[in-house]
C-alpha cells in the first residue's frame, strides 16, 4: 500500500514495491489535476515517508 500524506486519502496498492509506487504516482497526479479544476490550492509540502511491515 502507499499514501501521500500531503493529500489525504490519496492511497494507492500494488502487488510489488514498484507498481504500488508507479500506482500512487498516478494517483497523485489526478489527485492534483482534480484539485486544479476545482479551484483549489495544491499543498506544497515536500516529504517522503516509508513505513515496511514484517
Given at each position: ?6 493529500l ?9 514495491r ?12 489526478g ?14 509540502d ?9
Amino acid at each position: 500500500m502507499a499514501e501521500c500524506p500531503s493529500l489525504p486519502a490519496c492511497i494507492s496498492q500494488g502487488s510489488s514495491r514498484e507498481e504500488a509506487i508507479s500506482n500512487i504516482r498516478e494517483a497523485i497526479q489526478g489527485y492534483i489535476l482534480a484539485l486544479e479544476g476545482d479551484g483549489l490550492p495544491v499543498p506544497d509540502d515536500s516529504f517522503q515517508t516509508m513505513l515496511v511491515a514484517v
